[in-house]
Structures are given as C-alpha cells and as structure tokens.
C-alpha cells in the first residue's frame, strides 16, 4: 500500500535531542506502528574508556539528512519520519541520533526505521572525535 509520507523533522542540531518530540512528530492517528532510535553515546569502544565525543558536521550535513529523510519518506508503507543529528560536545548518556517511522504496521516500522537510521550513519557527513579516559582522542565514522 503506498502512502503520503511526511518529513516532520529532519535536523542538525547542536542542542540536546528530544526523544520525545521525535516520537510525538510522528504520532498520527493511522499509524499501528510507531519505532523510535535513540544512538546514545557510551562509556567504551573497543575496552577503551570514553569520556565524551564531539561530532563535526560538514556545511551540507543539514541538506543530506533531509535528503535521506525525503528519500526513506518516500518509501511505501512511511506515514511519517523524524531524524535528527547532533553536533558539538556530547557527554556519555547524551543521544547523538533520534530516529522515528510511523506506519500502519509494525514490520515496516522497523525495517524503515532501521533503514534510516542505516542511511544517516552511511552518508551523512559528520566526523566524530572520541576522546579516551587516558587523554588520547581519534576521529572515526567519516563517510
């Protein structure tokens, strides 16, 4: 069944992601499936401690992920989809991706779902800095 879908949000914020209004953004009254992604970032990678990361954002990051957004909205079966990115300082515990599709079912939902989630961490151009417990740091996750 193909649906009008609705980009709600589609976003590169440098403030703190809502989870909430992600997931409220796409609550609509068709939709029997709702599946929200929170990336958060962890304490470890690689059994090194992390003590923060800082994600860089290239000036068409924001262009992208509505691109992506547009693209995974047009998919059959999408009611409606919210994504957004962080960038700057992010302690551990902070959400660095939000990600939420709503359908009428729930197979789609997480299929789509991932599926965007798998599209912003592909293509999107942003650049993370891990920064270690023991003063050491490394970029990593360049498109």
């Not at 609509?28 to 059994?47: E, M, N």
């Not at 998919?75 to 660095?96: E, F, K, N, Q, T």
């Not at 197979?107 to 891990?130: M, S, T």
């Amino acid at each position: 069944m193909s649906t009008v879908s609705t980009v709600r949000i589609a976003a590169i914020s440098d403030a703190a992601l809502d989870l909430a209004a992600h997931e409220r953004a796409v609550d609509l009254p068709g939709a029997g499936a709702t599946v929200v992604f929170c990336g958060v970032v962890r304490d470890s990678d690689g059994g090194r401690a992390v003590v923060e990361l800082e994600y860089q954002g290239h000036p068409t990051a924001a262009a992208t992920i509505e691109t992506i957004a547009a693209e995974v909205a047009a998919r059959p079966d999408v009611l409606a989809l919210a994504v957004s990115h962080r960038v700057g300082m992010l302690a551990i515990g902070d959400a660095a991706l939000v990600a939420a599709v709503s359908t009428a079912h729930r197979a789609e939902a997480f299929a789509l779902c991932a599926e965007l989630v798998e599209q912003v961490k592909h293509r999107l151009p942003i650049w993370k800095r891990q920064v270690f417990a023991d003063g050491s740091d490394e970029w990593v996750n360049c498109p």
